[in-house]
């Protein structure tokens, strides 16, 4: 069983800049991709960045490339999403997700652990 604990979440105005964390125990995070996910009110769950178990290999929806950046620290057994230039749109809970794959990918169904999530509100 993996438990995933994202924080780092607020409120901040567009144009701002916030640090997710999500810090990972229970099983070797090492071996693990992991992703970042956000879900708006009244809308599905959607992709937002993906990273190989090495960090070798990472993924971003269109909608966020050049803004956000997913990385981790296998020592410290926690990955991040530094988001910046938010935007009104980017207003949604967070959530970090964990396979039990080392390779990354886009696809919500893949990923096997969630974590419950942190609220990202940007205003106008």
């Known amino acids: 069983q993996v438990q995933l604990v994202e924080s780092g979440g607020g409120l901040v105005q567009a144009g701002g800049s916030l640090r997710l964390s999500c810090a990972a125990s229970?099983?070797?995070?090492?071996?693990?991709?992991m992703g970042w996910f956000r879900q708006a009110p009244g809308k599905e769950r959607e992709f937002v960045a993906a990273?190989?178990?090495?960090?070798?290999?990472?993924y971003y929806a269109d909608s966020v490339k050049g803004r956000f950046t997913i990385s981790r620290d296998n020592t410290q057994n926690t990955m991040y999403l530094q988001m910046n230039s938010l935007k009104p749109e980017d207003t949604a809970v967070y959530y970090c997700?964990?396979?039990?794959?080392?390779?990354?990918?886009?696809?919500?169904?893949?990923?096997?652990?969630w974590g419950q999530g942190t609220q990202v509100t940007v205003s106008s």
């Open positions: 997700a964990a396979r039990r794959l080392p390779v990354a990918t886009t696809t919500t169904e893949l990923y096997n652990y």
């Open positions: 229970g099983r070797t995070f090492s071996n693990s991709a």
């Open positions: 990273i190989s178990a090495s960090g070798a290999t990472t």
